[in-house]
């Protein structure tokens, strides 16, 4: 079975549940594949919880769900230390994190300080309780949720946070045959609960390793990278996209080349992925906002001016 | 035959204007084949239009014209339009012969009445094609341009003059043009114009073909802005010629046509191992036909001579003075069937066992033996310098020529069409004179005194219903010996004095050799033409009237002690001048001989400038052409040169670049930030499939992959060049 099959496999399984919405779960699995993390923004009842779901029956892996409330601790999220009178010590009890797949839903309605545990553990792979550092279990995979429409009472993400992410995404609604599509499938039974896994934990960490493997060439490189400098020279743009933002971007090009069943990134995954890598890592000044330019829009700008690479031209 | 129908009266006006058309093809081809018959090829023509006009079956059509051919081949031959048995034997018998002929090939065995059965078939074909043009095509415009190609082509190389021609295909091809047009636009829209509409239609038109085709008759016309081609390429593909008014310099024995510059050829042609200057003399011609000389001798005097017999009294020694005899060896390096000789020539030495035979009107002396032309390549020639006395041609007077007992009428023709002005001209200059001599000395002496210029560059040719002479004296004052000396001769005659024109060699320029004697060296380039007049009492005497040349002749100046001395400076002084300034002229042609190549193609340019620009401009202007419309032919050159490259990488990738180039060239522009797949996919919905598509995998492949072995290069290549030809479409 190829690389591509086993994704394709996947892929073919969350459809049975989520109907019309073959980017984002293609999307989802590319940030899975390049061991990064997504947002997504939107209403609620669209399917977020629904496709994490489904992806993690996929691939048989753990699925934790985190529900984010102002009160929320540190330790909710992470886990807590507890003496154990019989024992005479402290045993841990490993919180939510500690699964492969986890939804952390409307993530900015709780206070920062939790906020940054989760977010840690997302960088690093790793998580600090009472001064003791323990590994998550891979694979590891965050799909974090956040509420556009309720401001009152919410702490929203600072810009450097967002940027552990890989993707922010937008699900949006489904077109009307979708949504009766939905309602049919859904009449007699959970589709949820009918999905078999169809891809092993262990292959999937295999496919992790396979992505690193895509080739991506010099030209593809340098395309990336002025990608990424023209929004820092953008004059609508007051924060570009960090270098980080850039490796981000070459990861998920690799991953979503292997979906698409190449070995070798192309200039048109670079320009499919940027606007879900780029949208979220740019800071726009107020004037921007005034002449309603979108971070999309700008984003868009720029690829129409960048000189796509159609040869082996020596680089500057 | 498919299509809409024409309508039959307007298919019968067609098939006339056709006919016309067709007869312009036939006019010059019957012309220039010394055929015949001209009405009896029309006639076929008309007959087969006619039953195309009403729908003949073909078994009805076939016979009838074979029928036709047949007895308009018997009336060709036989002069009977009626079948006999005899002459029907006959004739089947000649046509069968030929069925052997053909097989074997042998074209040029074939008999008359077969050609011309031939020729009626080719014509069956022919209208059967412009049948088609008229009736299916509805379009003429290939067998118009043919036509105007064909005229042009036949008037400009051949010896046909399409001067009305022209002017009949132009109306008639343009009128047959817009009546099919009309035709073709009713078809297009379905719908059948009757014929009264149609008509009312065809007025604007006839009225533009009319009004346009009188105003091009009847405007000024431009005259041509470079010489003949004809005579050019004759003397091209003969190598010399100046009497043909073309490219090279030399002796030709073709002067019906004058005029026309030609180059300079220093091909060594003679040298005369002699004392002093002599022209060398080969013959003379006496018919001046408006465009040039011919020689006309109904029956001219012919007597043989052989090498050491004493040539006897020879027209232009004249009454010979000094019997001091010069000799001079001449080696001749030309094929030259004749001898050159100088004036006063008495005997002719030869190592050959050669016959002179001497035409006395030409002055020829040819050189044969046993009948047959010999060349001989070196001779020696015994002669006396002829000195003519001036008293004796003072005393030369008009009422002379009554006593001369010499026929002298054939040197005093004219061409009826001379202009009466060339005729005042020559009165008005010699009028002051009385003697003979004085009056040619004044005609002679006419071109240096009045702004004439010598020029081998730039000299017209005359066109029809032009004068030669006429053309020279007054319009261009521009020419060379040809000019002077032909106009000499007929200012001469048209005052009644006897003329001829001479053509032979100048004098040349001389080499000491190891022996410290004068050798001349006579290049092509002196070949020269001269006039001799005849001087009552004296004979035939040479002129000079070519700016730049010596005089001929030496004058005793007897007369001296018994004039006063205001005339003889008056003979003699224009004769010193010349020389020196003649000397001079020679002296730089010489010394700059490897620059006048150089020199002639600048001044040809410069002469040339508004045809240099306009070729020029053409040059420039089709090579923008080509390069603006390099998206239609150049794939197929990519093709073609792509073909035998080794399939790889390196060459995949230089047919793909080039097809980016070539699809950007023909409009599908990709933009900086556009991938190249995206690309492809908007190609591919241009063109239709998936080959760009292909064709983009494979390159990105490459490019973005590294991966540059593992392609089916030959697939490849043949979907690129399946593309690119597309992309010229």
């Known amino acids: 079975m190829t690389h591509k099959e086993m994704i394709e496999k996947v892929l073919t399984n969350i459809e049975k549940v989520m109907i019309g919405k073959r980017n984002i779960a293609e999307l989802s699995v590319t940030a899975l594949l390049a061991r990064g993390?997504?947002?997504?923004?939107?209403?609620?009842?669209?399917?977020?919880?629904?496709?994490?779901?489904?992806?993690?029956?996929?691939?048989?892996?753990?699925?934790?769900?985190?529900?984010?409330?102002?009160?929320?601790?540190?330790?909710?999220?992470?886990?807590?230390?507890?003496?154990?009178?019989?024992?005479m010590e402290f045993e841990f009890r490993p919180g939510p994190i500690m699964g492969n797949i986890i939804l952390a839903d409307e993530i900015n309605r709780t206070s920062p300080k939790t906020q940054s545990s989760l977010l840690e553990g997302m960088e690093e792979s790793t998580v600090t309780i009472d001064g003791e550092t323990m590994r998550i279990p891979q694979p590891f995979f965050v799909m974090a949720t956040q509420n556009p429409i309720e401001y009152e009472g919410t702490y929203p993400l600072p810009e450097a946070q967002l940027d552990r992410f890989?993707?922010?995404?937008?699900?949006?609604?489904?077109?009307?045959?979708?949504?009766?599509?939905?309602?049919?499938?859904?009449?007699?039974?959970?589709?949820?609960?009918?999905?078999?896994?169809?891809?092993?934990?262990?292959?999937?960490?295999?496919?992790?390793?396979?992505?690193?493997?895509?080739?991506?060439?010099?030209?593809?490189?340098?395309?990336?990278?002025?990608?990424?400098?023209?929004t820092r020279d953008n004059p609508y743009v007051y924060l570009g996209v960090s270098p980080r933002g850039s490796l981000a971007l070459m990861k998920a090009c690799q991953a979503y080349a292997m979906i698409?069943?190449?070995?070798?990134?192309?200039?048109?995954?670079?320009?499919?992925?940027?606007?879900?890598?780029?949208?979220?890592?740019?800071?726009?000044?107020?004037?921007?906002?005034y002449e309603g330019v979108s971070t999309s829009e700008i984003i868009e700008r720029i690829l129409m001016k960048v000189r796509v690479p159609v040869d082996k031209v020596q680089l500057k | 035959m498919t299509g809409t129908r024409i309508d039959r009266r307007l298919l019968l006006i067609l098939y006339i204007l056709a006919l016309i058309l067709l007869r312009e093809w036939l006019i010059p081809v019957i012309e220039l084949t010394n055929s015949d018959h001209l009405t009896l090829f029309l006639l076929f023509v008309a007959l087969s239009f006619l039953l195309a006009l009403i729908k003949a079956k073909w078994w009805i059509?076939?016979?009838?014209?074979?029928?036709?051919?047949?007895?308009?081949?018997?009336?060709?031959?036989?002069?009977?339009?009626?079948?006999?048995?005899?002459?029907?034997?006959?004739?089947?018998?000649?046509?069968?012969?030929?069925?052997?002929?053909?097989?074997?090939?042998?074209?040029?065995?074939?008999?008359?009445?077969?050609?011309?059965?031939?020729?009626?078939?080719?014509?069956?074909?022919?209208?059967?094609?412009?049948?088609?043009?008229?009736?299916?095509?509805?379009?003429?415009?290939?067998?118009?341009?043919?036509?105007?190609?064909?005229?042009?082509?036949?008037?400009?190389?051949?010896?046909?003059?399409?001067?009305?021609?022209?002017?009949?295909?132009?109306?008639?091809?343009?009128?047959?043009?817009?009546?099919?047009?009309?035709?073709?636009?009713?078809?297009?829209?379905?719908?059948?114009i009757p014929t009264g509409t149609f008509l009312a239609i065809s007025v604007p038109l006839l009225f533009a073909v009319v009004v346009s085709g009188a105003l091009a008759n009847f405007l000024p016309k431009q005259d041509p802005i470079w010489p003949d081609p004809l005579p050019y390429f004759e003397?091209?593909?003969?190598?010399?010629?100046?009497?043909?008014?073309?490219?090279?310099?030399?002796?030709?024995?073709?002067?019906?046509?004058?005029?026309?510059?030609?180059?300079?050829?220093?091909?060594?042609?003679?040298?005369?191992?002699?004392a002093s200057e002599q022209y060398w003399k080969i013959e003379t011609k006496n018919t001046y036909t408006s465009k040039g000389w011919e020689q006309v001798s109904v029956d001219d005097v012919q007597t043989s001579y052989t090498p050491g017999m004493k040539m006897g009294e020879i027209a232009g020694q004249g009454n010979v003075e000094d019997t001091a005899q010069l000799l001079a060896d001449l080696k001749v390096s030309e094929k030259f069937p004749f001898i050159v000789y100088p004036y006063g020539m008495n005997k002719v030495y030869a190592t050959k066992d050669v016959v002179f035979q001497h035409l006395e009107e030409a002055g020829k002396y040819s050189t044969e033996i046993g009948g047959k032309e010999e060349v001989l390549d070196s001779y020696q020639v015994e002669f006396t310098e002829p000195d003519y006395s001036l008293k004796k041609l003072r005393a030369t007077r008009m009422e002379d020529f009554s006593e001369v007992a010499e026929d002298l009428t054939q040197y005093l023709q004219l061409p009826e069409q001379l202009p009466e002005r060339v005729k005042e001209l020559a009165k008005n200059i010699t009028e002051n004179q009385e003697s003979v001599y004085e009056k040619t000395k004044e005609i002679e002496r006419y071109f240096g005194r009045n702004g004439f210029v010598y020029s081998q560059q730039g000299v017209?040719?005359?066109?029809?219903?032009?004068?030669?002479?006429?053309?020279?004296?007054?319009?261009?004052?521009?020419?060379?010996?040809?000019?002077?000396?032909?106009?000499?001769?007929?200012?001469?005659?048209?005052?009644?004095?006897?003329?001829?024109?001479?053509?032979?060699?100048?004098p040349g320029e001389f080499v000491l050799n190891d022996e410290g004697e004068k050798v001349y060296?006579?290049?092509?380039?002196?070949?020269?033409?001269?006039?001799?007049?005849?001087?009552?009492?004296?004979?035939?005497?040479?002129?000079?009237?070519?700016?730049?040349?010596?005089?001929?002749?030496?004058?005793?100046?007897?007369?001296?002690?018994?004039?006063?001395?205001?005339?003889?400076p008056e003979v003699k002084k224009p004769e010193q001048p010349k020389k020196k300034q003649d000397k001079k002229t020679v002296k730089t042609d010489k010394d700059f001989k490897s620059s006048e190549i150089f020199?002639?193609?600048?001044?040809?340019?410069?002469?040339?400038?508004?045809?240099?620009?306009?070729?020029?401009?053409?040059?420039?202007?089709?090579?923008?052409?080509?390069?603006?419309?390099?998206?239609?032919?150049?794939?197929?050159?990519?093709?073609?040169?792509?073909?035998?490259?080794?399939?790889?990488?390196?060459?995949?990738?230089?047919?793909?670049?080039?097809?980016?180039?070539?699809?950007?060239?023909?409009?599908?522009?990709?933009?900086?930030?556009?991938?190249?797949?995206?690309?492809?996919?908007?190609?591919?919905?241009?063109?239709?499939?998936?080959?760009?598509?292909?064709?983009?995998?494979?390159?990105?492949?490459?490019?973005?992959?590294?991966?540059?072995?593992?392609?089916e290069w030959f697939e490849l290549k043949e979907i690129w060049e399946g593309l690119i030809n597309r992309t010229s479409g």
């Open chain 2, 599 to 711: 020199k002639s193609v600048g001044t040809w340019i410069r002469n040339n400038l508004w045809l240099v620009g306009a070729i020029g401009f053409i040059v420039i202007f089709a090579g923008w052409r080509l390069f603006v419309g390099r998206v239609k032919w150049l794939p197929k050159v990519l093709v073609y040169t792509h073909r035998t490259k080794q399939e790889d990488w390196v060459t995949f990738t230089k047919r793909y670049t080039s097809l980016l180039k070539q699809l950007d060239r023909s409009g599908l522009k990709r933009a900086t930030g556009m991938t190249l797949s995206d690309y492809a996919t908007s190609v591919d919905k241009y063109f239709g499939g998936e080959r760009m598509k292909m064709l983009t995998t494979a390159y990105e492949k490459g490019l973005y992959g590294g991966n540059i072995t593992d392609h």
């Open chain 2, 235 to 274: 003397s091209i593909v003969q190598g010399h010629g100046e009497g043909g008014g073309g490219a090279k310099s030399g002796y030709d024995t073709n002067d019906a046509t004058l005029g026309g510059s030609f180059v300079q050829d220093s091909t060594l042609v003679i040298e005369a191992k002699v």
């Open chain 2, 521 to 568: 060296q006579i290049t092509n380039n002196e070949a020269h033409s001269w006039v001799e007049a005849y001087m009552p009492g004296v004979g035939w005497m040479p002129y000079e009237p070519t700016i730049g040349f010596n005089s001929l002749t030496d004058i005793e100046y007897d007369i001296e002690l018994n004039l006063d001395d205001t005339l003889t």
């Open chain 1, 166 to 230: 890989l993707f922010k995404l937008k699900m949006g609604y489904p077109t009307k045959l979708e949504e009766i599509e939905v309602l049919d499938r859904a009449e007699k039974a959970v589709p949820i609960d009918t999905l078999e896994t169809v891809v092993s934990l262990e292959e999937l960490i295999e496919l992790q390793k396979a992505v690193t493997e895509v080739k991506v060439d010099n030209t593809i490189k340098s395309y990336i990278v002025e990608c990424a400098s023209q």
């Open chain 1, 37 to 87: 993390h997504v947002l997504l923004e939107d209403v609620p009842g669209v399917g977020k919880t629904m496709m994490v779901k489904a992806l993690a029956k996929s691939i048989g892996a753990d699925f934790k769900r985190i529900q984010f409330t102002p009160d929320l601790l540190p330790s909710d999220v992470l886990g807590v230390s507890i003496y154990n009178p019989r024992e």
């Open chain 2, 460 to 506: 017209a040719i005359p066109k029809a219903g032009d004068d030669y002479v006429d053309q020279f004296l007054f319009d261009t004052k521009k020419g060379y010996c040809d000019n002077f000396s032909t106009s000499m001769v007929v200012m001469l005659r048209s005052i009644d004095i006897p003329a001829r024109w001479v053509k032979g060699f100048a």
């Open chain 1, 260 to 289: 698409k069943g190449r070995t070798y990134v192309t200039p048109d995954d670079v320009q499919y992925l940027s606007p879900f890598v780029f949208g979220h890592r740019m800071i726009l000044r107020p004037e921007a906002k």
């Open chain 2, 61 to 192: 059509v076939v016979p009838t014209k074979i029928l036709f051919i047949l007895s308009a081949t018997h009336y060709v031959f036989f002069d009977k339009i009626l079948f006999t048995q005899e002459t029907l034997v006959h004739l089947s018998g000649n046509l069968l012969t030929n069925a052997p002929i053909i097989m074997n090939g042998d074209w040029e065995r074939i008999t008359n009445p077969f050609r011309t059965v031939l020729f009626f078939a080719l014509l069956w074909m022919t209208t059967y094609l412009i049948r088609h043009w008229i009736e299916v095509r509805k379009s003429i415009l290939l067998f118009y341009i043919m036509t105007i190609l064909f005229i042009a082509f036949i008037d400009t190389f051949g010896g046909y003059a399409a001067g009305g021609a022209i002017f009949r295909i132009m109306v008639t091809g343009l009128l047959l043009l817009g009546l099919l047009a009309i035709t073709r636009l009713a078809e297009k829209h379905n719908t059948s």
